[in-house]
């Protein structure tokens, strides 16, 4: 207990330092407020935009009020373009990567057209979203959806060829034709893989929307930093920067957590 | 003893499984390797048969052919009659690897092989429950394989075969990772699933002594190619006592012909190394 308290200590000591040194230069007007803001100035402003703007009337429920600030709408309007551009490139993903590793007639006929695209970075195909799809969510989806859909797909094919070969002859074996095979032996055999692909895959998607955002959408915590900047607020940029990396660390926690539960059966005698 | 069976040939042996002049070429680069040549074996129903041989004689190649995961290049593969065309639930296979599905349970493992052929869900946990209770695994069924001892794996591996009640069983090699002590209780078990089920069983080892415990016949194999040498019907009641002079005259001569291909298979290493 008492070791856990001093590594905690520890941990935080270099990070209060800094943050003193920075409060004490920004009151002490060494740096102007609109370049580098005291720290409690942007808790301040950070909890300026989470709260609601408008005091309760009852017109709507008390939820949706608590929630109607600046800050819960930009959040949850990134996530879900996250979570939509993420799960369009996963579907397609997952099943092509599936086929991919497994019947080489597949990989010969997509791998070359996808080894093209794939070094292209998603953000260089901003310009382009936004000449077929226009601005708002589609192009924003479209780029996310781009960004989350190689790691997945890299991944699960490299799966695929990873599982083991006497998993499918004893599930041949058993009696399994290759339908039964893909769901219930590839598949999670697969799986492994499949969870770093998408593990990485919701990370681009993450870094997609920010960018999306910034260009063709303009809503969500992206766009609200560069619009901070066009007034000056640097304190509203930094405290959208750190909710940007909550999401971030939030998402990854989430995670680790469901790949722990997907992955218990990985843990052996020792777990 | 409920465990003592005759082991006199069986007067009606209409062949369960029939090998028919098999052979098996590999081309390993340029090289080809003839694996099996000219098998020939017939082994009636109820019949335990263990094909024992160095490695290399070719005695799991034999048994991937038969299991029909590896087509022979020659000769026929008969099961009651019918030839051989891959893989299929009437010939169900132990491996010494276990290969568990390591994402099931022990459960949901024993239960795969009766939910493909479409068994009511009910019926599937009788029959699992009642297996896993044979074995010993009753307090082990939500564990994953992983979490499980090596002795563990194999009898779960061995209810998952048993499970689809198919008529041959073929083990390669089961119990070679396993301790000693392991190892005999499990002979001893599947020696007792055996006099109870009447399966056909074909089990590959490369242990004299498991060979002489466990078979009615034993077929001993040349080091490549992959003949068979000799065949030798133990005709000791069981259970078998490893320490009686009759069980130690048959380890003997057994030993004697095994360490023949042995010692093939030692000159053609260092001739392989030399060159």
Same mark, same amino acid.
């Given at each position: ?271 | ?27 390993? &680069?340029? @090289?080809?390797? +003839? !694996? ?8 009636? *129903?109820?019949? %335990? ?101 090596? &002795?563990? @794996?194999?009898? +779960? !591996? ?8 198919? *008529?041959?069983? %073929? ?105």
């Amino acid at each position: 207990m008492h070791a856990r308290i001093a590594r905690l200590a520890r941990s935080l000591l270099v990070p209060g330092i800094v943050l003193v040194i920075w409060e004490a230069l920004a009151r002490g007007g060494a740096i102007a407020p609109a370049i580098l803001p005291a720290p409690s100035q942007v808790v301040l402003r950070w909890w300026q935009y989470l709260l609601p703007p408008l005091p309760f009337d009852g017109s709507t429920s008390r939820l949706a009020w608590l929630v109607s600030g600046e800050l819960p709408q930009d959040t949850t309007g990134s996530l879900t373009r996250v979570l939509g551009g993420f799960l369009i490139g996963a579907c397609v993903a997952l099943p092509l990567g599936l086929l991919m590793g497994r019947i080489r007639l597949v990989h010969d006929l997509f791998g070359p057209v996808l080894e093209v695209i794939r070094p292209i970075p998603p953000i260089a195909f901003i310009p382009l979203s936004m000449l077929w799809f226009g601005l708002g969510n589609p192009p924003a989806l479209f780029l996310i959806s781009l960004g989350a859909f190689f790691p997945v797909l890299v991944n699960t094919i490299a799966g695929v060829r990873n599982v083991d070969a006497i998993y499918v002859r004893a599930a041949k074996n058993l009696g399994a034709d290759e339908a039964t095979l893909f769901r219930r032996v590839i598949f999670p055999a697969a799986l492994p893989y499949i969870l770093t692909g998408v593990r990485v895959g919701i990370g681009v998607a993450f870094i997609v929307v920010i960018v999306a955002e910034m260009t063709a959408v303009n809503r969500g915590l992206g766009y609200r930093i560069l619009e901070a900047r066009e007034f000056m607020w640097s304190d509203k940029i930094i405290a959208g920067m750190i909710t940007i990396g909550l999401c971030g660390l939030g998402i990854d926690l989430g995670m680790d957590r469901l790949n722990r539960w997907l992955l218990r059966w990985q843990r052996g005698l020792e777990g | 003893m409920a465990i003592a069976r005759a082991s006199e040939p069986v007067l009606t042996p209409e062949p369960v499984l029939r090998v028919e002049r098999v052979g098996m070429t590999f081309t390993a &680069g340029t @090289r080809e390797v +003839v !694996a099996l040549q000219d098998i020939d074996l017939e082994v009636a *129903p109820g019949e %335990l048969v263990c094909l024992l041989g160095p490695s290399g004689c070719g005695k799991s190649t034999l048994l991937n052919a038969i299991a029909g995961f590896t087509p022979p290049t020659s000769g026929t593969l008969l099961v009651s009659g019918r030839p051989i065309t891959g893989p299929g639930p009437d010939r169900a296979m132990v491996f010494q690897e276990y290969a568990l599905f390591p994402w099931m349970t022990v459960e949901a493992n024993v239960a795969f092989g009766l939910e493909l052929q479409g068994v009511p869900a009910r019926a599937i946990g009788e029959r699992v429950g009642g297996l896993l209770r044979q074995l010993g695994l009753s307090e082990f069924r939500d564990r994953f394989p992983k979490e499980l001892s090596g &002795g563990m @794996r194999q009898r +779960v !591996a061995i209810a998952r075969v048993l499970a689809i009640d198919p *008529p041959i069983l %073929l083990m390669d090699e089961p119990f070679g990772a396993l301790d000693a002590l392991t190892r005999r209780n499990l002979q001893d078990e599947l020696i007792r699933i055996w006099s109870d089920l009447r399966k056909t069983i074909l089990f590959v080892t490369h242990g004299i002594e498991e060979a002489i415990y466990l078979a009615d016949r034993v077929v001993v194999m040349t080091y490549r190619p992959g003949r068979v040498k000799r065949v030798l019907a133990v005709r000791l009641p069981r259970p078998r006592d490893t320490a009686s002079p009759e069980f130690n005259a048959l380890k003997r001569e057994v030993s004697a012909l095994v360490m023949e291909e042995q010692q093939r298979h030692e000159q053609a290493e260092r001739g392989a190394t030399a060159g």
